[in-house]
């Protein structure tokens, strides 16, 4: 499986609905397009807020990108710059391929990215990318609703290495600094959670 394989032909149920269109950088409808990227019609879109840009979804995709649609067109943008071309997504319940690990027991579940037209079942790590949410199966093919609000990261663990009650009990200043330094890498772990999750934006 891979993404950028060609069009891909899907299929919606119910009606369809715009994403968002709107480009921060301009006045036109559409969403900057990635520089170098060409998105296929009838792939899974992503739009990441932090680059303010969209592209193919894709499973090494940034953290902070979202799958937000469908593209209605092909979109290339291969010998351009960044928002060169745009593109206007839609919502809707789509039919993508199943990487052959997504059953009935995943409905109503968040499934992952595998490439722009294909879903699987989360691993439960910072790699995963969310698609949408499943809502149906048909052979070799998931129906997942896809847009902005579905494509919500899951739950991320975090272990911390500090231990409550170690700082106060340390017997010299050795002791205290090594404890102090494990609760600063748990600080950051938090961090970087919160922003995969979508709750505080990167740091500048």
Sequence with gaps: MASKVGIFSLITLAGTQPSSHHNPETAAPGLPVKASEIIYQGVMVAYDPANSQAQSADPTMPATARVIGFAEETVDNRNGVKGALKIRPFAAVGRVKND????????????????????????????????GIMVGLDGDYVFIVVSPETAVRGPVSVT?????????????????????????????????????????????
């Design 100 to 131: 052959g690990n997504v059953t009935a027991a995943h409905l109503y579940r968040q499934l992952r990215v595998v490439d722009d037209h294909t879903v699987g079942v989360p691993a439960g790590t910072d790699a995963d990318r969310p698609a």
């Design 160 to 204: 911390l290495t500090s231990t409550n009650g170690t700082a106060a009990a340390a017997a010299d200043l050795a002791a205290l600094k090594a404890e102090t330094e494990k609760a600063g890498d748990d600080i950051r772990a938090i961090h970087a959670a919160l922003v995969l999750a979508g709750i505080l934006a990167p740091a500048a």
